[in-house]
């Protein structure tokens, strides 16, 4: 048992030393040794910005000064977390069944509540629920897409919502912008992506109406706040590929943005080398109106391909995005550099700018920059954030 825990990744919050001690000789008594401290909520979250940081498991105590369990758990929601989480407190049943609850409503594994002091049989309780949440699909099968009216339960009872992932310029480190990314908080799936239900609102005309209004309209809403902060940096939106189809949707676009106040020019609207290639006429139309209109307009999941080259030197776009099957691991093949470095060279000379999706390491921020990518985001730089956690970060970076 020893060896199959030993690799586990552990993050300890807590703001007593002694009661992280403790929880440490535990853990180390069942052969876990990579566990880090947090003396509080607020560090926990320093800690979790950090792409670097990567835990299996969160072991968060309720009581604490400043940013107390509760919030804590809220902050991981934000933050998108993937590692199982505990809650450990001495208070009753009533406030750490509570804790657990939100946690679960919050779309966090939640793996249950351990009254302190942590012992190694709680612990192991603990880790046979964690294996059982993290069991994988029959066969190595992918889940199923959900089905029309799974996804309409979901929207009726909005379990949709945002995270913003940052967008940073290579050359200085400045922030580009943001990307605002849907996201499902399914009651037996988790948090879910885009990529995972998308599929299934396109093949229905009610919920890709449902779906689109929902992306414009809080995306919008998030715009005007953060241009009513005082940021200038665009908002990048991913619209559903066949609302890009309607050639009403400049027009769409254009009330929206004028009622909540967006000045146009914060808006860039990304459509996919794949929505393209399948009505290019309808999207170049499309396109074409939306710049004439102030927004920017994104070439994005760009993979290299002779179709999106050839579009790409016609195309009305302000921005060209590297797909991340592209992106991932072009410091070391020499095939994805030579692709890369034709479509960076194009999009200079068109003055668009080209940026990359998916940066996972250094090794490869280091080769896009050699080749002259203008913007990358990606979890090397952060993980999609949750807008309150998003705020945070920006102030500080």
């Given at each position: 048992?020893?060896a199959?825990?030993?690799?586990?990744?552990?993050?300890v919050?807590?703001d007593f030393e002694?009661?992280?001690?403790?929880?440490?000789?535990?853990?180390?008594s069942?052969g876990?040794?990579?566990a880090?401290d947090?003396?509080d909520g607020?560090?926990a979250?320093?800690?979790?910005t950090?792409p670097?940081n990567?835990?299996?498991?969160i072991?968060c105590?309720l009581?604490?000064p400043?940013?107390d369990?509760?919030?804590?758990i809220?902050a991981l929601?934000?933050?998108?977390v993937?590692g199982?989480?505990?809650v450990?407190?001495v208070?009753?049943?009533q406030?750490?069944a509570?804790?657990?609850?939100?946690?679960?409503?919050?779309?966090l594994r939640?793996?249950g509540?351990?009254?302190?002091?942590?012992?190694?049989?709680k612990?192991t309780?603990a880790?046979?629920?964690?294996?059982?949440?993290?069991?994988?699909e029959p066969n190595?099968l992918?889940?199923?897409?959900?089905?029309?009216?799974?996804?309409a339960?979901?929207?009726d009872?909005?379990e949709?919502?945002?995270f913003?992932?940052?967008?940073?310029?290579?050359a200085?480190g400045?922030?580009?912008g943001?990307?605002?990314?849907?996201?499902w908080r399914h009651?037996?799936?988790?948090?879910?992506?885009?990529?995972?239900f998308m599929?299934t609102?396109?093949?229905?005309?009610?919920l890709?109406?449902?779906?689109?209004?929902?992306?414009?309209e809080?995306?919008?809403?998030?715009?005007s706040?953060?241009h009513?902060g005082?940021?200038?940096?665009?908002?990048?939106?991913?619209?559903?590929?066949?609302s890009?189809?309607?050639?009403?949707?400049?027009?769409q676009?254009d009330a929206l943005?004028?009622?909540?106040?967006v000045p146009h020019?914060?808006?860039?609207v990304?459509m996919?080398?794949?929505?393209l290639?399948?009505?290019?006429m309808?999207?170049?139309d499309?396109?074409a109106?939306?710049?004439?209109?102030r927004?920017?307009?994104c070439l994005?999941?760009f993979?290299g391909?002779?179709?999106?080259?050839?579009?790409l030197?016609h195309?009305?776009?302000t921005e060209?995005?590297?797909?991340?099957a592209?992106?991932?691991?072009?410091?070391t093949?020499?095939?994805k550099q030579?692709?890369?470095?034709a479509?960076?060279?194009l999009?200079?000379?068109?003055?668009?700018t080209?940026a990359?999706e998916?940066?996972?390491h250094?090794?490869?921020?280091?080769?896009l920059?050699?080749?002259?990518?203008?913007?990358?985001?990606?979890n090397?730089?952060?993980r999609?954030?949750?807008?309150?956690?998003l705020?945070?970060?920006?102030?500080g970076?």
């Amino acid at each position: 048992m020893t060896a199959t825990l030993s690799p586990l990744r552990v993050l300890v919050i807590d703001d007593f030393e002694e009661v992280r001690d403790h929880h440490r000789f535990v853990l180390r008594s069942m052969g876990i040794t990579d566990a880090t401290d947090a003396t509080d909520g607020h560090d926990a979250i320093r800690i979790l910005t950090d792409p670097a940081n990567q835990f299996d498991l969160i072991l968060c105590d309720l009581q604490m000064p400043q940013l107390d369990g509760i919030e804590t758990i809220r902050a991981l929601s934000y933050l998108g977390v993937h590692g199982a989480v505990a809650v450990l407190s001495v208070e009753d049943e009533q406030v750490m069944a509570g804790a657990g609850f939100l946690a679960e409503a919050h779309g966090l594994r939640f793996i249950g509540t351990i009254e302190k002091p942590l012992t190694a049989q709680k612990l192991t309780d603990a880790l046979h629920r964690m294996r059982e949440l993290t069991c994988p699909e029959p066969n190595g099968l992918r889940p199923e897409p959900p089905t029309a009216r799974d996804v309409a339960r979901g929207l009726d009872l909005d379990e949709f919502t945002f995270f913003y992932q940052p967008q940073l310029r290579m050359a200085s480190g400045r922030l580009h912008g943001v990307e605002a990314l849907l996201r499902w908080r399914h009651p037996t799936r988790g948090l879910v992506t885009a990529e995972s239900f998308m599929s299934t609102v396109n093949d229905s005309d009610e919920l890709l109406a449902r779906v689109t209004t929902l992306v414009l309209e809080q995306t919008m809403a998030f715009a005007s706040r953060w241009h009513g902060g005082g940021r200038t940096e665009q908002v990048a939106v991913n619209v559903p590929g066949r609302s890009l189809e309607t050639l009403e949707f400049p027009e769409q676009l254009d009330a929206l943005a004028d009622q909540a106040g967006v000045p146009h020019e914060l808006l860039c609207v990304e459509m996919s080398e794949q929505e393209l290639a399948h009505d290019p006429m309808a999207m170049m139309d499309v396109a074409a109106r939306l710049r004439l209109k102030r927004f920017r307009v994104c070439l994005d999941q760009f993979g290299g391909s002779e179709f999106g080259l050839r579009h790409l030197q016609h195309a009305p776009v302000t921005e060209v995005k590297l797909a991340r099957a592209l992106v991932h691991g072009c410091a070391t093949t020499p095939t994805k550099q030579a692709v890369l470095e034709a479509t960076i060279t194009l999009a200079r000379g068109r003055n668009v700018t080209a940026a990359a999706e998916g940066v996972r390491h250094r090794t490869d921020w280091d080769q896009l920059r050699t080749l002259g990518c203008d913007v990358a985001q990606g979890n090397f730089v952060v993980r999609p954030l949750g807008e309150e956690m998003l705020g945070e970060w920006v102030r500080g970076w």
